[in-house]
């Protein structure tokens, strides 16, 4: 009896241990009730770089967890080819389209022919200035305005900058504010530099019109370049230069590759701001089912971001991602864009 009653005690956790780990989901609505027919299409402008591949990722993880059919088109920063694919992924019948990245002038007539042709469209960090379109966001403003609130913590209201901006990227341009009202309310931070290139190699490029830059401007004691390639870049530079104690680079985004580069010895970039973008891929393709059940995941969709200094990272001795998201939480998964019947990725 004593056995028996043992057994059936423990019968009773494992039952509700089994209830708390394997949530049920709600019934799906259509086109996900037979979500193997559900066709989606990411359209890419920017690829290079750890964030990209691990965005990608994100994207491709949580369609999978949803069970649709996803086609990726890669334009290399082509801004004619991605309207191209565009038109090439409405060619392919899709239910549903994911604009990451691009021009706004390119995008714009591209985004409005898959609306008129019944197809739902979210954008990732590219406005296509359509009303039906959500815009995913990872508050670039908030990137650029953490980043340089930091700078201004390090050191003082007064300091001779460089900047690394290329205008009409969507995410640069809302970062560019940040920067402009940090410079309007602290007249004593002075911009000695603007230089930036996307051009591939994006991290080489900047590396070679950062050389320039430090030798025609030795005085300068911050850069501010609120994308991590660029951030690598810069460091690049920095370092050929012998200027790791004289330069403190302030960046947006991250990555293994970047934790890596922050943590090295004496290194001269000591500050982030990010979201993980793995999980910023994961809320697109989750803002998008939303849309194609026929409900609403917001005008702006916002995944927040999180200040990363080096200093925390040596202290909790982070080496990559994971260690990351064990730390900080928020970087495991943003809960945004959610619905009681989208199955999560597995983590």
């Known amino acids: 009896m004593m056995l028996r009653r043992i057994f059936l005690k423990l019968a009773g956790i494992a039952a509700m241990t089994a209830s708390v780990a394997s949530p049920a989901f709600a019934q799906a609505p259509a086109p996900f009730d037979n979500p193997g027919e559900v066709k989606i299409a990411l359209v890419r402008y920017l690829a290079t770089g750890d964030f990209f591949q691990s965005y990608l990722a994100g994207v491709e993880n949580q369609a999978a967890a949803l069970g649709v059919d996803l086609r990726v088109f890669d334009s290399r920063q082509d801004a004619a080819l991605q309207a191209d694919m565009v038109d090439q992924a409405i060619a392919l019948g899709v239910d549903g389209i994911i604009i990451q990245h691009g021009l706004t002038e390119s995008m714009k007539d591209a985004a409005q022919r898959a609306v008129d042709a019944g197809i739902k469209v979210v954008a990732f960090d590219v406005n296509v200035e359509n009303d039906a379109i959500p815009q995913i966001e990872q508050s670039d403003y908030l990137l650029g305005k953490l980043a340089l609130d930091q ?13 690394v901006y290329v205008p009409g990227i969507a995410p640069l341009d809302r970062r560019h504010v940040a920067w402009e009202e940090v410079k309007a309310a602290n007249p004593d931070i002075v ?37 991590d390639e660029f951030a690598k870049g810069v460091k690049i530079a920095v370092d050929e230069a012998g200027m790791t104690d004289d330069v403190d680079i302030y960046s947006a985004d991250v990555s293994t590759a970047d934790i890596a580069a922050m943590r090295e010895p004496g290194s001269a970039w000591v ?62 998964h943003a809960d945004v864009a959610m619905a009681d019947w989208i199955a999560l990725p597995a983590r």
Not at 151 to 163: I, P, Q, S
Not at 205 to 211: E, F, P, T
Not at 288 to 310: F, H, K, Y
Request: hydrophobic share 45%; glycine share 6%.
């Open 191 to 227: 911009e000695a530099a603007m230089f930036g290139t996307l051009d591939n190699p994006i991290a080489n490029s900047v590396a070679n019109q950062a050389r320039s830059v430090l030798q025609a401007n030795p005085n300068i004691n911050v850069v501010f370049a609120p994308y």
């Open 271 to 332: 500050a982030t701001v990010a979201t993980n973008p793995s999980v910023v891929g994961e809320v697109s393709v989750r803002a998008l089912a939303i849309l194609l059940a026929g409900d609403n995941p917001g005008a702006s969709v916002i995944v927040p971001p999180t200040l990363i200094t080096q200093d925390f990272l040596n202290e909790q001795d982070i080496r990559n991602m994971d260690d990351l998201g064990q730390k900080m939480p928020q970087f495991q």
């Open 151 to 163: 700078a201004v913590a390090d050191n003082g209201t007064a300091f001779t900058a460089g900047y």
